[in-house]
């Protein structure tokens, strides 16, 4: 066979694999519906079509009905109302397609090379890997192709006439469609900033010579950096809508910190302690790696514009989890240009001795790759759950997700007509819009810049305090008419279901794994209160037909869901009826038998406890909290040795807090109070992490009748968290006890 053939065979090859990878990445992109700002979107799209313009002030919320509001995304919402309109919600996931296609289109099409398939392969997956993470329809769909575009026309094209209106367009459209417009002036600044370091500042090598334009397209560089500034203004809201992201990149300085300890996109991508764990965002570090090892092996002739724009967009992916996928476009275009010049087969540990060898390597390992592409999409192609609705399987794919929102809380509110202002958790709130908005008013969504940390920390107070002053004023200022607890998307926690459960005036009136409805005791919603009030007490536990599942293996999460409430509600025997339930479905689920071990433990029952902990561990047992509640039975057993054991297993991970503290409640129970105080002053795990456990130790010795250690070991609480409220009281209602004590020995 001839050279010729090797070659041609190769090249086909490589052309296939990347045919394979973009149908791989389309596919993905059909990953159902899961987004949660989706449903606000739509409806304000809605909104803006029939009414024919942008509102100014909020028009969705009872808390914030008003306010001013610049809605910098009313385009994407437009264009989301009008697909979904005419193709429904597939259509929104074609379109979720057809824009990453077009963007990787872009990329490969303005990087590619023949003689470098086999770098643009796996980079681009590893890029198809991050944006995964956010396949789901959002502005941010558009604004990574913008960014794009801004990119390759300001590192490449600046010498082209057309590179300044396509620059201006772009800008109009992306200051219309999400907030990350900033990024096309940024942009600008960094690449005129690198050229006029290489007219006038004494850089080395080549970097002077390197990327450098023309006269005229440096003159065009100033001019797009003016012209893009004000293509900013054309908005409906001008210099206003112009400068509210300068104003959002503030306000994250400050109070809205708070934002970024709660929503999980808002979060930094890496802990650094463990970098090297590439279970943990791998492509992510993979690009950081990689590129900036590109860098290095490229430092005679560095591209200073993409240097800049690299390092800064690195610091913004560090920043938050959401903004992954604008470092890894840079990262990727970083390698490419990087290695253009270098003679990677000379990097080789090996050599070919003839060159037919070598393009028969290349040949097999795109073969390789497309095999990898292959089992990369049969695995995703797997993904699916069990409709309970059809007694059937559902794929992942396509559709809208049936375990992210609270469908039936919403369907039982609308289809009841229920109206006016209602609380509900912040993971409902833009689903409560799109669903039933206007004629239920939201207490809060997603939009956390417009409703301000403050708002936010008093939601929280309700959410995860349990707070009943704080819910009262929510009432009383805002009119609350009901509540909308949802837990599909996260099942709530124990303080507010108790709340909501205990707090006199209010009625449960729907109750399902997707969350919980109540009504407040008022003349308006008397008729649903009659027609639909439960006791709790009384309920039967749910069970779906097993004659109807049939053989099928299916996780009963309808059941285990409501186990849990009912037992952070206190009610611990239906909470074990309906644990028995869900095992009565499948004699192996995780969570019935965690329900009931809690139960039981919450009870003393710690023989009992000890079995139902053992049997979740057989399913989990790497579960830290499962084996930390093991080693609690056996404290409350009085099998201290055993206990110490899993606390020894459980230290293992030295990031784990619980070993310590279960050896100090072994101490507290042998009575080595000072032993336990001294193991408890030695850890320094975060607050949300050992604060309980601290005062769970505290409570013990308080049992004990060991007041003094007692109030030691709350006031060391206390230190560590000089706010806690619950901290404050316990420590007030221990002095009581103690004056009390003193008292009665009094002669």
């Excluded at 590439?278 to 590129?291: A, D, H």
């Excluded at 037909?545 to 996780?555: P, S």
Aim: hydrophobic share 50%; charged share 20%; with cysteine.
């Amino acid at each position: 066979m001839s050279l010729n053939f090797f070659q041609q065979l190769t090249r086909v090859f490589g052309l296939l694999a990347l045919g394979v990878m973009f149908a791989i990445i389309a596919f993905a992109c059909l990953i159902e519906v899961k987004d949660l700002d989706l449903w606000l979107h739509v409806r304000m799209g809605e909104i803006i079509t029939t009414s024919g313009h942008v509102p100014a002030k909020d028009v969705l919320s009872a808390t914030i009905n008003g306010r001013a509001w610049v809605n910098h995304e009313w385009l994407f919402q437009v264009v989301a109302y009008t697909v979904r309109t005419a193709f429904g919600f597939d259509g929104l996931l074609y379109m979720q397609a057809v824009m990453v296609i077009l963007t990787f289109m872009v990329l490969l099409l303005w990087t590619y090379r023949g003689d470098r398939q086999l770098v643009i392969l796996p980079l681009l997956f590893s890029v198809m890997q991050v944006y995964q993470t956010r396949f789901t329809v959002r502005p941010d769909l558009f604004s990574v192709m913008y960014f794009v575009l801004f990119v390759m026309i300001l590192s490449t094209f600046m010498e082209k006439r057309w590179s300044l209106p396509v620059l201006i367009v772009v800008q109009v459209l992306w200051v219309n469609m999400h907030g990350y417009f900033f990024w096309g002036p940024v942009l600008a600044g960094l690449f005129l900033a690198a050229e006029a370091g290489r007219r006038h500042l004494p850089l080395p090598w080549a970097w002077r010579e390197e990327g450098r334009l023309s006269d005229a397209g440096y003159h065009r560089l100033m001019a797009a950096l003016a012209l893009v500034i004000l293509a900013g203004l054309a908005n409906p809201l001008m210099f206003k809508g112009a400068v509210y992201p300068l104003k959002v990149l503030l306000q994250l300085s400050g109070g809205h910190k708070v934002f970024f300890k709660y929503i999980t996109e808002l979060q930094p991508p890496i802990v650094w302690a463990k970098f090297f764990d590439f279970g943990q965002q791998g492509p992510f570090k993979t690009l950081i790696i990689v590129s900036a090892i590109s860098f290095i092996l490229n430092i005679r002739r560095l591209n200073l514009g993409l240097l800049l724009a690299w390092l800064l967009v690195l610091a913004f992916a560090l920043s938050a989890l959401r903004n992954m996928v604008y470092f890894a476009v840079i990262a990727y275009v970083a390698v490419m240009f990087n290695t253009a010049a270098l003679d990677l087969k000379a990097m080789l540990p090996v050599r070919f001795i003839r060159e037919e060898f070598e393009l028969l390597s290349g040949w097999l390992c795109k073969i390789a790759l497309i095999a990898f592409f292959l089992s990369y999409g049969g695995e995703m192609a797997q993904n699916g759950y069990y409709d309970f609705n059809k007694f059937a399987r559902k794929s992942e794919f396509l559709g809208i997700a049936q375990r992210t929102f609270p469908d039936g809380a919403v369907d039982f509110l609308i289809q009841n007509g229920f109206k006016g202002p209602i609380f509900n958790d912040f993971n409902s709130g833009a689903y409560l819009v799109g669903r039933a908005s206007p004629a239920i008013k939201v207490f809060i969504d997603g939009r956390t810049e417009l409703y301000g940390d403050k708002f936010f920390k008093f939601y929280r107070k309700i959410w995860d305090e349990g707070d009943e002053k704080a819910l009262d004023e929510a009432v009383a200022r805002y009119h609350l008419k009901g509540a909308l607890i949802g837990g599909a998307y996260t099942r709530p926690g124990k303080n507010v279901l108790s709340l909501f459960n205990r707090k006199h005036g209010w009625k449960l009136v729907y109750f399902a794994d997707d969350g919980l409805v109540y009504l407040r005791d008022i003349p308006e919603n008397a008729a649903l209160i009659r027609k639909f009030a439960i006791d709790l007490k009384t309920l039967p536990p749910f069970v779906s037909d097993i004659h109807r599942l049939g053989a099928a293996q299916v996780n009963p999460y309808r059941e285990t869901a409501r186990a849990a409430y009912l037992r952070d509600m206190g009610y611990p025997e239906q909470a074990i009826a309906q644990a028995d339930a869900a095992l009565s479905i499948a004699p192996a689920v995780l969570e019935a038998f965690k329900v009931k071990a809690e139960v039981y433990a919450g009870k003393n029952d710690h023989k009992r406890a000890f079995e139902n902990y053992r049997l979740a561990i057989l399913q989990k047992p790497g579960d830290p909290k499962l084996r930390r509640g093991m080693a609690l039975a056996f404290v409350g057993l009085g099998e201290y040795e055993r206990a110490l054991e899993q606390a020894g297993r459980l230290e293992e991970d030295p990031k784990d807090p619980s070993g310590p503290y279960v050896r100090a409640k072994v101490c507290v129970k042998r009575e080595q109070y000072q032993k336990a105080y001294d193991i408890l002053k030695q850890q320094i795990f975060p607050l949300e992490e050992g604060l309980p456990e601290i005062v769970a130790i505290g409570g013990f010795c308080e049992d004990a009748g060991k007041l003094d250690w007692a109030a030691k070991i709350y006031t060391m609480a206390l230190a560590r968290d000089p706010d806690n409220a619950e901290v404050m009281k316990k420590l007030k209602d221990l002095e009581v006890k103690r004056r009390q004590s003193k008292r009665k020995e009094a002669p």
